[in-house]
């Protein structure tokens, strides 16, 4: 076997691979149990510090079966979950709260209860997003309201890290306090730890930086405490070093929330900081699942994860463990070592009980080595959301992104949740409101129906074509667009408007939705439509958008209603041509007019009529049958005819209508073929039909009026693309 050639086992995999799992497991088993003891001593510090013990059987809980379930069941066999920054932060900036207000063990006893609902409640929203396929939707939140809540999280991180390495609390503003810690060696130690880490973890991009660090701090701390002739019991009474533990406390979920010295008043007034708490845990999800996907260029079912990240956080809260998620670095760490199995899971959990089971040498960890691995995540996260999205976002962006990190520092993580929601509002609405509501403003002249009319009214159309005004609505019309409408109608109602014939047609074919404001803005429409002496046409409207007007008071006797555009156009037309002067009636005196018009000779019009063969037809009569031969065209001569086409469901749906003095199927004639389409006789209709034998007889026996029927069609069908062109350019935007 050459060099070159991998090992296998019995199973067929390579060796090598399977040392790349073990390997990788190992190393991020060990980061996971520094951020365990980190986050723990986070969590409980301060006042509630002496609950440290406490609070590592939490996030070691915590940490085990998160990494066991997620590591199971995520779309990433090497995942790594566990307690993640996110929540992690916003659980320790409530129990700094629960420390100020309350004694040591009233407060220990009621955030232990805390981390329990707030994990569960998380479970809960996690599995439902999961289940109802709503994990798509949630990355909906805008991107600003997202870098700012980052932030607030990587500046919450590092203030109570550095909490951790001072031995008190920090808060802004308290320059005295800032003045002393300054003063304290252990303080300038974690600074100087983490400035060191966070320049490493930059420059060396090995997997090896961050926990070879953690060690050589550790190391370095007790090289100097015995150079110094400090005993390891006067390093840990000078707050050097942890308190001694005599282990972990394993939870105890049941006796937590049965304690009878909880008060439930208190827990009700910190649903700020479970709303919080499950806001974090639910943005951490998504935001390590897509960087994640990203960096292994393997994509994951979000909807997948988010219920397997209910389960397993609340197996992990039912057994009194924290809040957690599959982490971003953790995960990274493992992929790049070379974990590429499951393997790697079990290693990465083996570690962590391992440690698990020897938790007395927590009392030999230095608290401000792990506060300074906070610190430097806490800049890490920060430079990435708050300095670097400066360059991808336009200014009034990234003012939001620094407003709502400004209100999480100064404030704390549920004001800047609830500075993110109503961020999250405005910015719908300000996006809305940049959407024109009106999609077409289209005159009469413009548009008109699909009516076919003789060419003296489409005259009288397009001489009163402003009496019509069309407007297509869009989108979701609300109080940040209703008051635009409103004036774009004011200011357009004029002179021209004005008279009985006069008609605003609104087409709401488009529109998502309606607002209360919207449907008092229509209510002033009307108004102004009446005061103009007009009729409001509205088009369209859905049930429900039907019926929102109707109890705004909107039908009234001068609003009609309409399915669709072209019935209400057709209506409209109707109006003006009642009320246009010399309006002229069907009859075959008119329609022996029409053929002389078009063929330019009265003579020819005698002529022409012993070609063609006159039919009556009753209303519901078939004129031509979709699919017949295509060997006639139709003058019509009176009534009313449609042509019916087929949708892709079957349906019928009329395509054209005609009335008299008008032609149907000339473009069969000529190029022969099969009927396109079915015409139907919508009222008592005269028609006569010129056949193709018919059309050749006349070519034969009188060309120069075959001449002219042949130019007269070319002038029909060139008025038609004209007016279709002219339609289609005021549709262009």
């Known amino acids: 076997m050459s060099s070159g050639q991998s090992v296998a086992t019995g199973r067929g995999r390579p060796l090598n691979a399977i040392i790349q799992d073990l390997a990788g497991g190992s190393l991020t088993g060990i980061v996971a149990v520094t951020f365990a003891i980190a986050y723990a001593a986070l969590m409980f510090a301060g006042p509630i510090a002496p609950y440290l013990a406490t609070g590592l059987g939490i996030t070691f809980t915590s940490t085990v079966l ?113 003045a002393k810690a300054l003063q304290n060696p252990r303080f300038l130690a974690g600074c100087g730890f983490a400035g060191s880490l966070f320049i490493a973890t930059r420059r060396l991009k090995s997997p090896l930086t961050m ?90 079912d979000i909807d997948h994860e988010l219920r397997w990240h209910g389960i397993a956080n609340a197996v992990a809260g039912l057994a009194g463990g924290s809040v957690g998620n599959i982490t971003l670095s953790r995960t990274m760490l493992n992929y790049r070592c070379g974990a590429r199995t499951r393997l790697s899971v079990v290693a990465l959990v083996a570690v962590v009980l ?17 506060g300074g691995v906070l610190v430097s995540l806490g800049l890490t996260i920060a430079q990435e959301w708050l300095l670097r999205t400066r360059a991808r976002l336009a200014p009034i962006d990234y003012a939001l992104v620094v407003a709502i990190a400004a209100i999480g520092a100064i404030g704390g993580v549920s004001l800047a949740v609830g500075a993110g929601i109503v961020a999250s509002c405005l910015l719908f609405a300000i996006a809305c409101a940049r959407i024109p509501v009106i999609r077409h403003d289209l005159r009469g002249s413009e548009h008109r129906s699909r009516l ?19 407007l297509v609505l869009q989108g979701f019309i609300f109080f940040g667009t209703a008051n635009a409408l409103v004036d774009r109608i004011r200011g357009e109602l004029g002179p021209a408007r004005s008279g009985a014939a006069a008609a605003l047609v609104l087409d709401f074919k ?64 109707d109006r003006v041509l009642g009320s246009a002067a010399g309006a002229p009636e069907a009859s075959a005196a008119r329609f022996t ?22 039919r009556d037809l009753a209303a519901g009569d078939v004129l031509v049958h979709q699919g017949a031969a295509a060997d006639s065209l139709i003058l ?98």
């Open 66 to 178: 998160l990494v066991a379930i997620i590591g199971w069941r995520s779309s990433f066999p090497y995942a790594a979950g566990g307690p993640d920054s996110n929540s992690s932060v916003v659980i320790a900036v409530t129990g700094a709260a629960l420390a100020a207000e309350l004694p040591p063990e009233a407060a220990a006893a009621h955030f232990a209860a805390f981390i329990l609902i707030a994990t569960l409640l998380s479970a809960t929203v996690l599995f439902i997003f999961g289940v109802f396929r709503l994990g798509r939707a949630v990355r909906f939140i805008p991107f600003p309201v997202v870098a700012g809540f980052m932030s607030t999280i990587g500046l919450l991180i590092a203030g109570s890290a550095l909490g951790l390495c001072n031995g008190h609390p920090l808060h802004l503003g308290d320059w005295a306090g800032l």
């Open 593 to 614: 007019a029409w053929l002389a018009d078009g063929l330019e000779t009265q003579e020819g019009a005698a002529a022409m009529l012993a070609y063609l063969k006159r």
């Open 211 to 300: 926990p070879v660090s953690v060690v050589l701090g550790v190391v370095v701390t007790h090289l100097v405490l015995l150079a110094a002739g400090v005993s390891i019991a006067e390093g840990r009474q000078l707050g050097w070093l942890f308190p001694a533990l005599g282990g972990i406390s394993l939870p105890r979920p049941l006796a937590v929330i049965t304690n009878p010295a909880l008060d439930w008043r208190v827990m009700a007034g910190m649903i700020p900081y479970f709303a919080a708490t499950v806001v974090a845990v639910v943005i951490g999800v998504l935001l390590n699942e897509t960087g994640i996907e990203a960096a292994t260029d393997r994509e994951a």
């Open 510 to 573: 488009r529109v998502t939705g309606l607002d209360s404001a919207a449907v008092l803005a229509l209510v002033k429409v009307r108004q102004l439509v009446a005061a103009a002496g007009g009729t409001l046409v509205l088009v369209g409207l859905a049930p429900a958008q039907a019926q929102a007007l109707k109890r705004g008071g909107m039908m009234q006797s001068n609003v009609r209603l309409f399915d669709d555009l072209d019935t209400a156009l057709e209506w409209c037309e």
């Open 452 to 470: 076919d009319r003789p060419l003296e009214q489409s005259q009288a159309l397009l001489r009163a074509g402003g009496d019509v005004r069309i």
């Open 354 to 370: 391992l440690f698990f089971a020897f938790g007395r040498f927590v009392g030999y960890l230095p608290p401000f080595v792990l």
């Open 636 to 733: 019509v001569e009176s009534g009313r005819i449609s042509v019916m086409g087929k949708t892709a469901g079957g349906e019928p749906v009329r395509l054209r209508g005609m009335l008299g003095c008008t032609v149907v199927g000339e473009i069969a004639l000529y190029i022969g073929g099969e009927r396109s389409a079915t015409v139907v006789a919508d009222t008592p209709v005269v028609i006569h039909e010129l056949t193709h034998p018919a059309l050749a007889q006349m070519e034969r026996e009188a060309p120069p009026l075959a001449i002219a029927f042949h130019r007269m069609m070319a002038r029909i069908e060139a008025e038609r693309l004209r007016f279709t062109s002219h339609d289609l350019q005021a549709l262009t935007p």
